[in-house]
């Protein structure tokens, strides 16, 4: 497992009315770079890339020397208020080699890559620093402000990065994953977080197909907080909607707060869980809606022109009812979980093993921190794509 502490760095920009002093710099946006050490999943050895940096390009190659600086401990904690920090022990640090260099003419150097190693030996009772400098750069005058990178090592909560989906959108693209087709038993879970509820629609999309069998906050006829689930049947050869849902005053939820959502399927009957809890039931199988399974595998579009509604997460009917919110832990299972499953120990925000049970349809962790893909750790790997980039936020759930 990597993580990269390479970014984009604003430079300072030449004023010809004044002297300039061309400086090398460490190119990051963040001079305290957070390895998180997931010891549950038995990660033992993490990386981070280290680049150097100029304001403007120069005509030799510049070679950037980097050193360990224990020295500088006292002074990370001062900055950061971490009194508690200490030094991260000898022999859990390694590089192949010290010194990045800026080819003449670039404003960038290549990348150093450090190596921390022996993770799962260390007492997570506090956090690990470990201060890397440059030491020199060919003769020309380093940056004070960003010349050192604190990696900081802490043990991972089991939640550690989520997106926020407001006015966003992602899909899967299953067209041919009969897995998800006619199930007659399923679970659907999320974990959620709504910063407000307040479209103008009335809905936040959780997850789900409009019109087929849709995961909500919100509705014209109940309060904009409040989780419903919503089912329905279409007639096609009457011309005819038939439609149903699931909700109690139970299900309203506050802003601010993460909540775990478990909604079960078996043949008609739902259960909504919150939090653990069954807060509300139903049954879609009698009437006219006679629901006994559900289909997810409609093929993908942006369902314009009389195509067919198909599953989407922060979406349905249209881009108004987006999920305004952050959301992680996104699941689909092919039967119907246990109340005990459902509250098994740390169950609402991970998963071991995921690759290893095959009823897991789909797992969406929310948890990759860049781009717009969002990775499916289950053995089937339909990943989601977002509709734009999406915002990545840095949480630690459980919440103390």
């Known amino acids: ?27 990051a946006s963040s001079f305290s770079d957070e390895l998180r050490v997931q010891r549950d999943e038995n990660v033992t050895t993490m990386s981070a890339e280290v680049t150097a ?7 030799e190659d510049i070679e950037v020397v980097f050193r360990a600086a224990p020295e500088l401990l006292d002074k990370y904690r001062l ?13 859990h640090f390694s590089a192949e080699q010290m010194t990045a260099v800026i080819v003449a003419g670039n404003m960038t150097s290549s990348s150093l890559e450090f190596v921390f190693d022996g993770l799962d030996a260390l007492d997570y009772e506090t956090n690990y620093v470990y201060p890397v400098t440059i030491e020199s750069a060919s003769g020309m005058g380093i940056l004070e402000s960003a010349r050192t990178m604190y990696f900081v090592i802490k043990e991972a909560s089991l939640v550690n990065v989520v997106a926020d989906m407001h006015e966003n959108c992602a899909w899967p693209v299953w067209d041919e994953f009969e897995e998800v087709s006619d199930l007659s038993e399923f679970t659907l879970e999320a974990l959620v977080n709504g910063t407000a509820f307040t479209n103008d629609s009335y809905v936040h999309t959780i997850m789900g197909i409009e019109d087929c069998f849709l995961i909500r906050v919100g509705d014209t006829t109940i309060p904009k907080n409040q989780l419903q689930i919503a089912y329905a049947r279409i007639d096609e050869e009457n011309n005819t909607t038939y439609r149903g849902s699931v909700t109690d005053a139970a299900l309203q939820l506050k802003t601010d707060r993460w909540y775990h959502i478990a909604v079960t399927f078996d043949r ?17 199988s009698g009437g006219d809606i006679n629901m006994t399974s559900v289909n997810f595998q409609v093929p993908h579009s942006d369902e314009s022109d009389g195509k067919p509604r198909c599953f989407w997460v922060g979406y349905s009917y249209d881009a108004n009812r987006s999920f305004n919110g952050q959301i992680s832990e996104v699941r689909l299972w092919n039967r119907a979980l246990s109340p005990d499953e459902i509250n098994a120990e740390n169950h609402f925000y991970k998963i071991l093993n995921p690759e290893a049970d095959a009823s897991l349809l789909a797992y969406w962790k929310f948890c990759d921190g860049q781009g717009k893909t969002v990775l499916d750790y289950s053995c089937y790997g339909n990943d989601l794509m977002a509709q734009n980039d999406i915002v990545w936020n840095n949480v630690s759930l459980p919440e103390k």
Do not use: R, W
Request: hydrophobic letters at 40%.
């Open 1 to 27: 497992m990597a993580l990269s502490a390479v970014f984009a760095f604003a430079g300072c920009q030449k004023d010809d009315s004044h002297t300039f002093e061309n400086k090398v710099f460490i190119s």
């Open 53 to 59: 940096g100029l304001a403007e390009p120069e005509s």
């Open 79 to 91: 900055a950061y208020y971490d009194e508690n920090a200490q030094l991260l022990p000898e022999g």
């Open 268 to 284: 008609g009957l739902i259960s909504v869980y919150l939090d653990g809890t069954l807060k509300a039931t139903g049954d879609a």
